[in-house]
C-alpha cells in the first residue's frame, strides 16, 4: 500500500467517499471522528485546507485544517481527521496528521483512541488541551427552575441576534473556536435541521426586555452510530457584566428541562482545566464520558 497526501478541495467523489468513512469510523469506535463544522466544510468553502490520504484513486483518510482565525500568538491552526477503518494500522494516519500538524499547528483526537494515542507517538506529539464531554441521564429528578425577581427568561427571537453575539464574542473573547462569531455563524446554525427556536434561552433584564444577560442554546442530535437521540448545552454565553448573579445555573436548568423529554441523556463539552465550569456541572450530576485532546509538536 503506498500513500500519497494531497491538499486539494474534494470532488463530488471524494466528498461522498469520506464522508461514507466518516460513517464507518463513527460506526466502529462509537464516536464521531470530527466535528460538524469540519463535517460542514467537506462540502462547503469555508477556507479550510483539505488533506486527502489517496491510495491511488482511493480516498484512504482525510484531515480537514482551519487557520488560526487572528494574530493573537494563542490562535493557532487546528486540525481534525478521520482514517478509513479498513485501511488502519498501515501509516496512514500517522502521514496524515504529519501533514496537517504544521508549525504551532493542533490536531483533535477526539475520544482519545488508542489509535491516536499511538500516532501521538511516533510523531513525538504531546497534549496541549483537554475538551470533556459530561453527560447526565435525564431520568434523574432537576432542581426546581426559578426566576430571580428582576429577570425575565424567554425564547429567541430574530430580533436577539445582534444581543446574542455581542454576548457571545465577549464572554469567548478568549475562546479559540467559539470567539469572533459573525452573523454568518448564527445564520448557518439557524440553517441546521437540529434549530429550534424553542430550545435557545435567553435572560434580560425584566424591564430591559431588548437587553439580553446570558443565553442558553441547546441542541439535540440525531441517532448515530451506538448513541440514541441525544440533548447537548451548546452553548451558555454570559454577557462578564452581568456575571455573579446565578445566570449561568439559570440558563442551564432552562435548557435542560427542555431537553427532558429529547432523549435518554444529555450531553456537553467544557475546558478540563476550567474548574469553576467543572464543577457546577458536576452538581447537576453531569459526569465525564469521554476526552478530546488536542495535540502539538513537542
Do not use: C
Amino acid at each position: 500500500m503506498t500513500v500519497h497526501i494531497v491538499e486539494s478541495s474534494p470532488t463530488p467523489d471524494q466528498v461522498r467517499a469520506v464522508t461514507e468513512i466518516i460513517s464507518r469510523a463513527t460506526e466502529i469506535d462509537g464516536t464521531a471522528p470530527i466535528s460538524e463544522q469540519a463535517v460542514r466544510a467537506i462540502s462547503v468553502g469555508d477556507g479550510s485546507r483539505h488533506l486527502l490520504a489517496l491510495d491511488g484513486d482511493d480516498v484512504v483518510g482525510y484531515a480537514n485544517v482551519v487557520a488560526a482565525q487572528s494574530d493573537s500568538e494563542d490562535a493557532v491552526d487546528m486540525a481534525e481527521g478521520v482514517v478509513d477503518p479498513e485501511h488502519r494500522g498501515r501509516g496512514v494516519g500517522t502521514a496524515l496528521v504529519d501533514a496537517a500538524v504544521t508549525g504551532s499547528g493542533r490536531i483533535w483526537a477526539h475520544g482519545q483512541l488508542p489509535a491516536a494515542v499511538r500516532v501521538a507517538e511516533k510523531l513525538t506529539l504531546t497534549s496541549v488541551r483537554e475538551l470533556l464531554q459530561m453527560r447526565r441521564p435525564t431520568t434523574e429528578t432537576l432542581p426546581e427552575l426559578v426566576v430571580p425577581d428582576g429577570i425575565s427568561l424567554r425564547t429567541y427571537r430574530e430580533s436577539d441576534d445582534a444581543e446574542i453575539l455581542r454576548v457571545n464574542n465577549a464572554a469567548f473573547a478568549w475562546h479559540p473556536e467559539q470567539g469572533g462569531w459573525t452573523q454568518d455563524d448564527i445564520d448557518q446554525r439557524r440553517s441546521e435541521p437540529w434549530f429550534d427556536p424553542a430550545g435557545l434561552f435567553v435572560a434580560t433584564p425584566a424591564d430591559e426586555p431588548n437587553h439580553v444577560l446570558g443565553f442558553h442554546w441547546t441542541k439535540v442530535h440525531a441517532p448515530e452510530g451506538a448513541d440514541p437521540q441525544l440533548g447537548e448545552v451548546y452553548v451558555v454565553g454570559i454577557d462578564p457584566a452581568a456575571q455573579g448573579r446565578g445566570l449561568g445555573r439559570l440558563l442551564t436548568l432552562a435548557g435542560l428541562h427542555y431537553l427532558e423529554s429529547k432523549g435518554p441523556a444529555v450531553l456537553l463539552y467544557v475546558e478540563s482545566d476550567n474548574s469553576a465550569a467543572v464543577h457546577t456541572y458536576d452538581r447537576l450530576g453531569f459526569t465525564r464520558f469521554h476526552v478530546d485532546v488536542a495535540y502539538a509538536r513537542a
